[in-house]
């Protein structure tokens, strides 16, 4: 399958601080999302992104398909950014999910 | 629309029991999926299903069992529980293959 990296593993922030994460892939994919795992567990959609650049409130993500690589920019981060955001690139059938970053945004 | 909806949401099995873990959805999506959820992991694919009738293994099959018999319901079966079954399960669905994936909110199972 499809190897799906993500980096940082964990980051911790000041309320208000600005971060970028993540994602490298292994091969040429279909389409790419950006999940946000909150505390309870809830996978919350963020942005489907296969390439380009998308801009929902403080969050955007932009994918560089030929380069194999997506970041997602978080600005002004409040506490309640905190959880686990994943992305996941689709293989031929099914989305393959990296590890996720673990965020903590503290007051 | 409720979007996609799982039952129960916490279940606590013993080692060799079954169950059935319910999934729903009323967007008139073909394709399911069935994911679980290990601790500090991500998710990864159990089973899928195109269509009402056809169903197909993902990534980690071995211990459980799908049907398909109608475009909303998509049960997953976990027949003789073992503790390496203790995880998180999502359902999922879309309308085409390639487009976004909406998730319910996941079925908590603990084996002991």
């Known amino acids: 399958g499809i190897q799906v990296e993500q980096s940082p593993p964990d980051l911790i922030l000041q309320e208000g601080a600005n971060s970028t994460l993540r994602c490298n892939f292994s091969d040429s994919v279909n389409n790419l999302q950006w999940f946000h795992q909150n505390p309870w567990g809830q996978l919350i959609n963020l942005f489907y992104i296969p390439s380009g650049t998308k801009q929902n409130g403080r969050l955007s993500a932009t994918t560089v398909a030929t380069e194999r690589y997506s970041l997602l920019y978080i600005s002004s981060s409040q506490t309640t950014d905190s959880g686990v955001y994943f992305c996941?690139?689709?293989?031929?059938?099914?989305?393959?999910f990296g590890t996720g970053t673990r965020l903590t945004v503290i007051p | 629309n409720a979007g996609v909806t799982q039952t129960p949401k916490f279940r606590i099995l013993k080692i060799g029991q079954s169950m059935t873990l319910q999934c729903t959805q009323d967007?008139?999506?073909?394709?399911m999926y069935w994911y679980r959820q290990d601790p500090g992991m991500g998710l990864k694919l159990i089973y899928y299903s195109v269509g009402a009738g056809i169903t197909d293994k993902g990534e980690v099959p071995n211990g459980y069992n799908v049907s398909r018999s109608t475009t909303e319901d998509f049960p997953l079966r976990l027949e003789l529980a073992a503790p390496s079954q203790t995880s998180v399960y999502f359902c999922?669905?879309?309308?085409?293959?390639?487009?976004?994936?909406?998730f319910g909110p996941g079925t908590r199972l603990t084996v002991t």
């Open positions: 996941a690139v689709r293989g031929a059938n099914n989305l393959f």
């Open positions: 999922a669905s879309t309308a085409f293959l390639g487009y976004e994936q909406y």
């Open positions: 967007m008139n999506h073909n394709y």
